[in-house]
T-cell receptor, first 116, second 109 residues
Framework: DSGVTQTPKHLITATGQRVTLRCSPR?????VYWYQQSLDQGLQFLIQ???????AKGNILERFSAQQFPDLHSELNLSSLELGDSALYFC???????????????FGPGTRLTVL | GQQVMQIPQYQHVQEGEDFTTYCNSS?????IQWYKQRPGGHPVFLIQ?????EVKKQKRLTFQFGEAKKNSSLHITATQTTDVGTYFC?????????FGSGTKLNVKP
C-alpha cells in the first residue's frame, strides 16, 4: 500500500460525458501528479500540482483540467469524453520537488476509465 | 518529442536467466529513476541514480548510470517468476516527468 488513494477504482461512462477522478496523496506529500496509461502503453505525464499550485503541465488535453485543494487532495476533471480517453489514470505523490532534488513518486492504485 | 528511449520493448526469459533493460537519452540527465509495474498493478519506485557512473545494487538488481549521464540500465541476475512486470525508467526535465515506454518482462518457470 503506497498510501495514495484514488477513487473511484472503475468508471464506465458514455462519450460526451464528464467525470471527476479523485486522489488523496500520502500524508505530508505536497506534490501530486496525474498520469494517463493507455492499454499496454507507457505513462503519459499530464499535470503536476505542488501545495495547491500548478507546477508543470504535460500532454494534457484542453478538455481535461485538474486542481489541488487546501487539504492537498486533487481532482482530475475529464470532459467531452471520447472513446480514446479510455485508459488507466494514475495519481502519484511525492514529498517535494525543488532545487534539482527529486524525490520518488508513490503511485495510487489508479482509476480505470472506460468510455463507451 | 521522445525524452528517453527504452529498449527492448519485450523480453521473454527462462527462469534463472539474466535480464537487462536500457534507457537512452540524447541529452544529459540530472538524474534517472526506475519503477516496476506488476501486471494489473501500479508503478512502484525502485531507485534513483544521480551521479555519473553510479552503480547501485538491490539484491539481484543492478542499476547503472552512464559516465555521460545519458544512459542507464537495469540488470536482473537469475530472474525469478516474481520479477514479472514492466520496468520503466523516468527522467525529469523542467519539473515534468517523462517515462520510458517500458520493458515488459515475462519469466517462464
Amino acid at each position: 500500500d503506497s498510501g495514495v488513494t484514488q477513487t473511484p477504482k472503475h468508471l464506465i461512462t458514455a462519450t460526451g460525458q464528464r467525470v471527476t477522478l479523485r486522489c488523496s496523496p500520502r500524508s505530508g506529500d505536497l506534490s501530486v501528479y496525474w498520469y494517463q496509461q493507455s492499454l499496454d502503453q507507457g505513462l503519459q505525464f499530464l499535470i503536476q500540482y505542488y501545495n495547491g499550485e500548478e507546477r508543470a503541465k504535460g500532454n494534457i488535453l484542453e478538455r481535461f483540467s485538474a486542481q489541488q485543494f487546501p487539504d492537498l487532495h486533487s481532482e482530475l476533471n475529464l470532459s467531452s469524453l471520447e472513446l480514446g480517453d479510455s485508459a488507466l489514470y494514475f495519481c502519484a505523490s511525492s514529498a517535494y520537488l525543488a532545487g534539482g532534488k527529486v524525490y520518488e513518486q508513490f503511485f495510487g492504485p489508479g482509476t480505470r476509465l472506460t468510455v463507451l | 518529442g521522445q525524452q528517453v528511449m527504452q529498449i527492448p520493448q519485450y523480453q521473454h526469459v527462462q527462469e534463472g536467466e539474466d535480464f537487462t533493460t536500457y534507457c537512452n537519452s540524447s541529452t544529459t540527465l540530472s538524474n534517472i529513476q526506475w519503477y516496476k509495474q506488476r501486471p494489473g498493478g501500479h508503478p512502484v519506485f525502485l531507485i534513483q541514480l544521480v551521479k555519473s557512473g553510479e552503480v547501485k545494487k538491490q539484491k539481484r538488481l543492478t542499476f547503472q548510470f552512464g559516465e555521460a549521464k545519458k544512459n542507464s540500465s537495469l540488470h536482473i541476475t537469475a530472474t525469478q517468476t516474481t520479477d514479472v512486470g514492466t520496468y520503466f525508467c523516468a527522467v525529469i526535465r523542467f519539473n515534468k516527468f517523462y517515462f520510458g515506454s517500458g520493458t515488459k518482462l515475462n519469466v517462464k518457470p
